[in-house]
Nanobody
Framework: EVQLVESGGGLVQPGGSVRLSCVSS????????MSWVRQAPGKEVEWVSYITPDGANMQYADSARGRFTISRDNSKSTLYLQLTNLKTEDTAIYYC???????????????RGQGTQVTVSS
C-alpha cells in the first residue's frame, strides 16, 4: 500500500509563497508518476499538476501554470509543490497522489496522502 504524508501548508498572505512536501514510503516512488490535487471548501476536487517518474516532464492546470512548480527528489522519495503569487482562491486542502490524476476527482485513500491545508488570507 502506498504511504504518503504531506506537509508544509499553513496560513499565507496573498502574494506569498509556500512549498509543500510529500514524503513517500512503502512503494517504488521513483517508478511512479505523481500528482497534486486540491479541494477548496464547498468545491469539487481540482487537479493541479503531475510529474513523470524521472521528473523530466510536468503538466499543470491552467490555474497553476506560471505560479506553481512541481518537482521531485527520487533519492529522498519526496514530491514537492512550490506555490508562488498565492491568491485567496488557492485556499484548499492539497493532496499528493501516486499516479496521474487529471480528472477532477479525489484519488482513493490507498494512493493519496491525508492532505495539507493551505489558507491564503490577509
Amino acid at each position: 500500500e502506498v504511504q504518503l504524508v504531506e506537509s508544509g501548508g499553513g496560513l499565507v498572505q496573498p502574494g506569498g509563497s509556500v512549498r509543500l512536501s510529500c514524503v513517500s514510503s512503502a512503494f517504488a516512488f521513483s517508478a511512479w508518476p505523481m500528482s497534486w490535487v486540491r479541494q477548496a471548501p464547498g468545491k469539487e476536487v481540482e487537479w493541479v499538476s503531475y510529474i513523470t517518474p524521472d521528473g523530466a516532464n510536468m503538466q499543470y492546470a491552467d490555474s497553476a501554470r506560471g505560479r506553481f512548480t512541481i518537482s521531485r527528489d527520487n533519492s529522498k522519495s519526496t514530491l514537492y509543490l512550490q506555490l508562488t503569487n498565492l491568491k485567496t482562491e488557492d485556499t484548499a486542502i492539497y493532496y499528493c497522489a501516486a499516479g496521474i490524476w487529471r480528472q477532477n476527482v479525489l484519488p482513493p485513500a490507498s494512493v493519496r496522502g491525508q492532505g495539507t491545508q493551505v489558507t491564503v488570507s490577509s
